[in-house]
């Protein structure tokens, strides 16, 4: 989810957050001769054009009435939401319990009937992805808190809940009230202990220290990698510049178990059946916690973490499946350059495609490119917050335009996002005036004027419900797939109802 130019930053809600505004920039954009040409062959680099979405699985009757329709359906990609980053999957022992995605109540937590329905979606030209993270396996209440919302002063966009909630004082928000609520409101009724968690450093694993090495050799000069690696899931972890020891959130058990939840993502999505997996990093608060500098900052570190969990993945990828896909989700601001102040994940994908471009072109356009999706949706028109990448450049359809330019003059290639229904970001109580929902009327002023440079297309979230002149699912997926898979039968088809 998003920031902006003076640091500020975020939504709060276990679906799928972006990343907002921060500073100026330009450039010019595929010359429509490139763009048609794009969509004529049907490939952005090695892959092919793809209409997406996302499903936040909170029933398993909502895949078995996709799986139903799989030939039908306006999508010919779709993402499972969300294992954990803390995950415990042992190959071959067909268990959904322990991944963070148990949906029911069988003694294998609804093993049988995913991998069931993700075959019938496979056979019906729905490749399956299963996604790991979103914004609460993301979200560290505490350094979130001080850090980020707190960090950077009281004029920022999410500092009124520190106001709300911890009576204007950093010193107010405790664990009593999860850290004023910076990761969900109270209305999520979340728990600091089974809720939330982080992507770990597992340093007992030897496929996670080769990932090191690999990130090591790769810094070429820039800071030098500093590992976190005594932050712990389930274990008190104490911050050296306050001294105020929290515990770590995550599972524990992969832990106990010796495993890799880098390693395991793989081992069970090649079980279920999947075609890719997902990695849906958005630690904005390991970037605030760990930047360097005095403003403007480094995050340098993040960088550096996100680059070793890709590779970890990667490496297992090649060694378990070497035919699937790996998908990344990424920021609106991650290929953008220039300074950072903080918030968000300025640069981030930009860095880690300078330094580190092998990994970039796995996911972006070879073999294995499963897309690099841009997190266009949670942004603002707040300017006062500097929530707008320019003067002026303020409306949905504009800033969407503004963002994946970025990612074309790196030039990485990626896919646009669209978030169905009311935005997580601002906060539709707290600021409904400068949200940026999706009507219809921008969505076909972002497919007609952005979309046409760009391959794929994904959206959040496939059973969100849309108000009044909002694009619905159905409504944005039939228009995505004209314009990407033109001539398909599946375009006139609609996401089923499940309930």
């Known amino acids: ?24 920039m330009s450039g010019l954009l595929l010359s429509s001769l490139a763009a048609a040409l794009l969509l004529a062959t049907g490939t952005e680099g090695a892959g092919k054009n793809y209409v997406g979405g996302y499903l936040l699985v909170q029933d398993v009757q909502q895949l078995k009435v996709l799986a139903s329709k799989a030939s039908t ?18 190959n071959g022992s067909r268990t959904l319990v322990g991944t963070g995605l148990n949906l029911t109540a069988a003694a294998d937590g609804g093993f049988a009937e995913v991998e069931q329905y993700v075959k019938q979606l496979e056979a019906g030209g729905v490749e399956t992805f299963l996604s790991m993270g979103g914004w609460n396996y993301n979200c560290y209440p505490y350094l979130y808190m001080r850090y980020s919302v ?24 405790t664990k009593g009230n999860q850290y004023c609520y910076v990761c969900e409101p109270p209305s999520q009724h979340t728990s600091l202990d089974k809720s939330f968690s982080i992507f770990p450093e597992p340093s007992h694993s030897a496929s996670w220290k080769a990932a090191k090495e690999y990130v090591e050799a790769g810094a070429n000069g820039a800071a030098t990698p500093q590992w976190n690696e005594n932050m712990i899931p389930g274990q008190q972890w104490t911050d050296p510049k306050t001294g105020i020891s929290t515990l770590v959130p995550g599972m524990t058990a992969y832990l106990s178990a010796g495993r890799n ?17 997902d990695v849906d990093y958005e630690e904005m608060w390991h970037a605030d916690t760990f930047k360097t500098g005095t403003g403007p900052w480094d995050l340098q570190q993040t960088v550096y973490k996100y680059a070793a969990i890709l590779k970890n993945v990667e490496a297992t990828m090649r060694m378990v499946a070497p035919k699937m896909k790996l998908s990344t989700a990424a920021g ?15 640069g981030v994908w930009l860095k880690v495609n300078q330094a580190y471009p092998d990994l970039m072109s796995f996911m972006a356009s070879g073999a294995n490119s499963g ?21 002026g450049v303020c409306q949905l359809d504009q800033q ?22 009311t935005p997580a970001y601002p906060d539709p109580k707290h600021d409904p005036t400068h949200q940026l929902p999706l009507t219809t009327q921008m969505m076909d002023s972002i497919i007609s004027q952005t979309q046409s440079s760009h391959a794929g297309g994904f959206f959040w ?27 398909s039968s599946r375009c006139s088809g609609v996401i089923p109802p499940w309930k």
């Open 1 to 24: 989810i998003l920031k902006l130019q003076f640091l500020y930053f975020i939504g709060n809600t276990k679906r799928k957050p972006s990343f907002f505004a921060q500073r100026n």
């Open 73 to 90: 359906l306006p999508v010919n990609r779709m993402w499972l939401s969300f294992v954990s980053p803390t995950m415990l999957y042992v």
């Open 150 to 173: 707190g960090g950077y002063g009281t004029s920022t966009p999410n500092y009124w809940k520190i106001q709300e909630f911890g009576g204007g004082s950093l010193s107010g928000c």
């Open 261 to 277: 939840p880098y390693e395991d993502i793989v081992h069970l999505a090649k079980d279920l059946g999947c075609a890719g997996v």
């Open 332 to 346: 609106a601001v991650g290929a953008w350059g220039g300074n950072w102040w903080g918030g968000n994940l300025k």
């Open 371 to 391: 897309g690099v999706n841009v997190m266009t949706y949670d942004l603002s028109s707040n300017e006062q917050y500097h929530e707008c990448p320019q003067p």
């Open 400 to 421: 969407v335009a503004f963002y994946m330019n970025t990612y074309q003059q790196v030039p990485i290639a990626a896919a646009v996002g669209y978030e169905i229904g």
């Open 461 to 487: 979230e496939m059973y969100k419900p849309a108000e009044a002149g909002q694009a619905t699912p159905t409504q944005l997926a039939q228009a995505l797939c004209k314009k990407l898979l033109p001539g």
